[in-house]
């Protein structure tokens, strides 16, 4: 099916059809990309995909809502399951939860700080059809599980909103639960209010046949805290860009990133820290093993602007390449126009670590364990930051990730 | 001539008081000790003296030479005669000390209308008196204090100070980090640069550097303020029993 | 930012050029604009032969159907590329003069107060020059000596004459005409610029140095230089440039080939002085260079080092293609903007070959409402075996009107390859200042050694004969911290 036959055939799908402006909207980016109205060299959304799988993809989409459902494990942990986009309706003191659907329009369209110069987020904008909307109220402190499930053959273009209000505390889960062919273009719009600590973990394995293009742009107000953490042991196509603005003095925001490659899995990364405000720190480090003939790309960004003075900006980029067949690219920025700032990068790229190998070994561990052993303690250190299950469920995974590495 | 006088001088940082109506005077040839408990104001004194723009003084006078310290800048001061040996001296990449060195002595020679001293003399200037301290000359062709030890940063101020023969040296815990030996050629140093012309100011912490070098004076600080002034009796009080009875 | 640190940049910002004066001589040029006429005036004049006129005509219709390319941190009108003189020469200079006595006495002059002496009896002791103003060599100093050794040091407009094999053989073969549209303009429209051959295994004894001058007014100067050392060898380079200050914007666009044969080694110097425009960004130098060295042969090596304090507009990427297994490159680079300056400069190294190794080192400045970029590639292919890079790239800001910004493209297709990057950004150390002050130093004093130190990694690399002369156009920017 072709990029265009999609467009016209499947518009009864979309959501926020009768507006005018969206349907402008749509009808001005679909013009753009069918007149290839853009950069497709230097284009950094486009980095390692296929056009081909962004202009003819089968379009299928039916809203289910049945299956979405709230549960409660006990009064501050929550478990949201996400069925095709579709959520349920929700709501009590801590928390509320709306179809994108019952959003009226002009908060929409006010939250929505999606990056325009981003091809992927085009495709969100013209074929929208599900997203949500969460509330997190004053003062609570909640931890939220929230599971997307992808029925086989969907294709879902997801917009989504969740506002953390001030002083909340929240661990927020994503998981990926993706069976078959499914093509999952999800945003997020998060905003944080003032003294709010945010606390993101991702985490995503799916199979082959899927793919996932997930984008965030997060923006910190006064003294609020962002910390995101992304795991992808995928086997299907990831794409990971997450953008923050630290708009209020004293915020902070981290983006970490991890991931794990094999056969011909590929992974497009970026990472995009925007200081618009004084005293704030960032933070951006991405690390990826590659095996086999995959393949990556990582960009990290920090950008200055000129009144955000007492800046601290860091990025940390490492790529432990396997093979001979596997290739990584990196890209690490730093954009500074305000003087009083201490911005760094770092990046490497290289295979294991030979002299520890050695090391190892002369102590009698096979080449496999020893192997297994750098790769782990690789990672080691930033699952300590993370609560207990989840830090098991990724140790399991790696262990997975390893034990493929061996045979 | 008033050598130094403090008078009633108030300073905060960041809003913060830190020196509360703080007095002093030190005449010509006198050599002081400074002590009190950390957090008490030493280091602030010390960096306000030398002109450290971080500190704001909100009133109170400090006389220097006959002239208003405080109107001064930071190398204005140091031309007049004033020296700060640092508490934590910072590492400057890529700068070696025979220029920085050469530079700074001419500064002041200048400002004192006397010739200045050609590059030729300096270097052996240099080298002899780096050598009385125990620095090695491979230690002189590193960039400033760059991975210096603890040790190595304090002697290393030392030799600048006996190169630009301050008439009025503050010392901000030079003894602290020193093993034995290390404070053995410091205090050596400070002691052969003595003289009837010039005083000093000795901040310090333990008694021990006192041992070494015989203040005729000893203060204690408190709050931002001399609680105490005496003898050296003064420091042998307080190593035995603190800071508490003051 | 206190009050001392904006007196300090408002002393820079007034430092005035001092190599702005103009050298009032008449010049010979032909209508401004670009079309086959001028390229074939400009081959007519040079005496070409034919196959060199068909070469550039070829690039001049490559270069038509190109744009210029726009990636660059840059922002500048449109060059209007009809609105340039292609040609300027020193009335007389219809041949190049055999010797000095035949030389304009104010050309001689003009040199005398860059610095740069010609007359023989002058003559920068164990450096040769070759000093070319507007489009053409004015004298090239020492070549008794080298011809000896069998090393040619010649402009390249009697390189064509005298060594065509060469020259046909080793001509766009670093930088094909057609890589981008700089590289195409040079190739169709250059007029004159070095040559140099260093024979098998010969070392040559001395730096050989060009000095370019943009003496006549909206004159174009596209020079073009040619370095072969073959197995063996060994050549130091050093360019320096001046222009005269003035209120239009003047186009500089360059292109240096570098071939380093097996064992061979080249060390190639810039210190760039162009005129940088005035406080308020009028005028200056538009500068965009194409640099790019070959590591051929097996053990070679080449190595950039550049001092970059001029122009109003660079955009200049010195790079090495490290083709020979064991073959090094290096990049070593200050670059200082102020005022309304804007610099976009770094450098590419491509690991072809296994057990390549690349090095660089970057210092960036920033002062007043400049701009500079450092945009770095480094990539290593597949076959590039155990090739190892280490990239280190810092910046210092003095002043919040300007930006400095890093972007380096790193792309590893190869397992066994080590890159290494690391990068800071940071504003002058108040600490450092207050140190130096507390010394008896003046504020700007402070700065100066300060920034000094910051770029002491790459000065150092400087060949020793220049240090003098370096530290002498370098010291505009960094007023007393060279010393
Ligand atoms: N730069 C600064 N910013 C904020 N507070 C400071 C700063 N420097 C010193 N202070 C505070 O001032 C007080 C006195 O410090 P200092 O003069 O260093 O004491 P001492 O040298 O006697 O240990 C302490 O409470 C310290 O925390
Ligand atoms: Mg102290």
């Known amino acids: 099916m072709t990029f265009e036959n999609n467009f016209i055939n499947h518009s009864k799908e979309y959501i926020f059809l009768d507006n005018d402006i969206l349907s402008n909207q749509r009808k001005k980016i679909f013009k753009k990309i069918i007149q290839k109205n853009y950069d497709k060299k230097n284009n950094e959304s486009l980095k390692n995909i296929t056009i081909s799988d962004l202009s003819k993809f089968n379009y299928f989409y039916k809203p289910i809502q049945e299956k979405s459902q709230v549960s409660l494990i006990d009064d501050f942990n929550y478990e949201i399951k996400v069925v095709n986009g579709i959520c349920k309706n929700y709501e009590d003191d801590n928390i509320e939860i709306r179809n994108l659907t019952s959003l009226d329009f002009k908060s929409f369209l006010n939250q929505d700080n999606s990056n325009v110069d981003d091809i992927i987020i085009d495709f969100n904008k013209i074929f929208l059809n599900s997203g949500f909307f969460f509330n997190i109220k004053s003062n609570t402190k909640l931890h939220i599980r929230l599971i997307h499930d992808t029925s086989d053959n969907f294709t879902i273009f997801q917009n989504n909103f969740i506002n953390f209000k001030k002083k909340s505390e929240v661990q927020l889960e994503d998981h990926f639960n993706l069976t078959n062919n499914s093509i999952n273009n999800i945003n997020y719009n998060i905003s944080i209010e003032e003294y709010a600590v945010i606390k993101h973990n991702i985490f995503q394995n799916f199979a082959n046949s899927n793919k996932l293009y997930l984008t965030s742009n997060t923006v910190c107000e006064k003294n609020s805290s962002y910390n995101q953490n992304t795991y992808n042991f995928s086997d299907g196509f990831v794409r990971n860009f997450h953008h923050a603005y630290l708009n209020g003095e004293f915020s902070n925001a981290s983006l970490y990133g991890c991931f794990f490659l094999k056969n011909k899995n590929v992974c497009s990364n970026k990472t995009n820290i925007i200081h618009n405000a004084e005293n704030c720190v960032s933070d951006q480090t991405y690390k990826g093993i590659l095996n086999d003939y995959s393949k990556a790309n990582y960009y990290s960004n920090t950008f200055v602007s000129e009144n955000a003075q007492k800046t601290e900006g860091y990025q940390l980029s490492k790529g432990i390449l396997l093979t001979d067949n596997c290739s990584f690219f990196s890209k690490p920025e730093l954009k500074i126009f305000a003087d009083d700032v201490k911005c760094s990068h770092g990046s490497t790229i290289g295979p294991v670590d030979e002299s520890a190998l050695y090391y190892l070994r002369s102590r009698g561990i096979s080449k496999n364990e020893a192997m297994k052993m750098i790769i782990s303690s690789f990672i080691e250190e930033d699952l300590q930051n993370l609560d207990k299950d989840i830090a098991e469920k990724i140790s399991n995974n790696l262990s997975d990730y390893l034990n493929c590495l061996v045979k | 001539m008033i050598f130094l006088n403090i008078n009633n001088l108030n300073v905060s940082i960041e809003g913060k008081k830190i020196l509360n109506d703080f007095n002093i005077t030190i005449n010509e040839g006198e050599v002081h000790a400074l002590m009190g408990p950390n957090g008490s104001g030493k280091s602030t004194l010390a960096n306000v003296l030398a002109g450290n723009e971080d500190y704001e003084v909100n009133s109170g006078k400090v006389i220097f030479k006959d002239v208003d310290l405080l109107d001064l800048n930071i190398e204005e001061r140091a031309q007049k005669g004033l020296f700060l040996a640092f508490q934590y001296p910072v590492e400057i990449p890529g700068v070696n000390i025979t220029p920085f060195l050469h530079a700074s002595i001419n500064s002041k020679l200048k400002n004192e209308k006397k010739p200045e001293i050609d590059n030729l003399s300096f270097t052996k200037l240099l080298r002899k008196n780096a050598e009385e301290l125990g620095i090695s000359s491979d230690m002189l062709k590193r960039s400033i204090n760059t991975g210096f030890s603890g040790g190595e940063k304090k002697r290393y101020e030392i030799l600048q100070m006996s190169i630009l023969n301050p008439e009025f040296a503050v010392f901000d815990e030079t003894d602290s980090g020193l093993d034995v030996d290390a404070l053995r050629i410091v205090t050596e140093g400070i002691n052969k640069f003595k003289n009837p012309k010039n005083s000093f100011l000795i901040i310090t912490h333990y008694q021990k550097l006192l041992e070494y070098i015989h203040p005729d004076y000893v203060h204690v600080m408190r709050n931002g303020k001399i609680v105490k002034s005496g003898d050296i009796s003064l420091a042998t009080e307080i190593e035995a029993s603190g800071y508490q009875n003051f | ?483």
């Not at chain 3, 072969?228 to 050093?238: M, P, R, T």
């Not at chain 3, 990049?331 to 070959?353: C, E, L, P, R, W």
């Not at chain 3, 919040?400 to 590893?412: E, F, L, Q, R, V």
């Open chain 3, 1 to 483: 930012m206190d009050t001392k640190t904006s007196q300090t940049l408002d002393k820079y910002a007034q430092d005035k050029y001092k190599y702005g004066f103009v050298t009032d001589i008449e010049s010979n040029r032909p209508k401004k604009g670009l079309d086959e006429d001028i390229i074939t005036f400009i081959s007519q004049k040079k005496n070409e032969p034919k196959w060199m006129l068909t070469w550039r005509l070829d690039c001049y219709k490559k270069w038509l159907k190109m744009s210029d390319p726009q990636w660059a941190n840059l922002k500048f009108p449109e060059i209007d590329y009809q609105d340039i003189y292609y040609y300027s020469a020193p009335k007389g200079f219809e041949e190049k003069p055999k010797d000095l006595s035949e030389v304009d006495p104010k050309l001689i002059e003009t040199y005398n107060k860059l610095g740069i002496p010609l007359e023989e009896q002058k003559v920068l002791a164990g450096v040769a020059v070759d000093a070319v103003f507007d489009s053409v060599s004015v004298a090239t100093t020492y070549k008794g000596e080298l011809e000896k050794l069998g090393i040619v040091f010649c402009s390249i407009s009697e390189a064509v004459q005298k060594h065509p094999e060469l020259v046909k053989k080793y001509l766009g073969s670093v930088i094909p005409p057609g890589d981008h549209s700089f590289s195409a303009l040079n190739s169709a429209v250059f007029t004159d610029g070095s040559f140099v051959y260093v024979p098998e295994n010969v070392k040559c004894p001395m730096e050989l140095s060009t000095y370019f001058r943009i003496n006549a007014e909206e004159t174009g100067q596209f020079e073009r230089t040619l370095i072969i050392a073959d197995k063996g060898s060994y050549v130091s380079y050093l360019e320096g440039c001046t222009a005269p200050q003035r209120d239009t914007n003047q186009l500089h666009a360059a292109n240096v080939e570098l071939i380093a044969l097996e064992d061979a080694e080249i060390k190639y110097s810039t210190v760039q002085n162009w005129y940088p425009g005035d406080e308020d960004g009028k005028g200056g130098i538009y500068n965009f260079v194409t640099k790019r060295g070959l590591c051929k042969g097996k053990n070679s090596k080449i190595s950039w080092t550049q001092v970059e304090t001029g122009s109003a507009i660079t955009w200049k990427y010195p790079s090495c293609i490290l083709k020979g297994d064991n073959s090094i490159g290096e990049f070593y680079s200050v670059a200082i903007t102020n005022n309304f300056q804007q610099a976009d400069t770094g450098t590419k190294m491509t690991h072809i070959g296994k057990n390549t190794r690349s090095k660089i080192i970057s210092k960036g400045i920033s002062l007043g409402h400049s701009q500079n970029t450092y945009r770095g590639n480094v990539s290593f292919l597949r076959k590039a075996d155990k090739a190892r890079n280490y990239t280190q790239c810092d910046s210092l800001l003095v002043g919040n009107k300007c930006g400095a910004h890093t972007i380096p493209y790193i792309d590893s297709k190869n397992n066994s390859a080590i890159v290494e990057h690391e990068a800071s950004t940071s504003k002058i150390n108040e600490g450092q200042l207050y140190y130096c002050r507390q010394r008896g130093l003046s504020h700007e004093e402070a700065v100066s050694l300060i920034v000094n130190g910051f770029c002491k990694q790459v000065l150092q690399e400087l060949p020793m004969e220049f240090a003098v002369e370096a530290q002498k156009l370098v010291s505009i920017s960094l007023e007393g911290s060279v010393g």
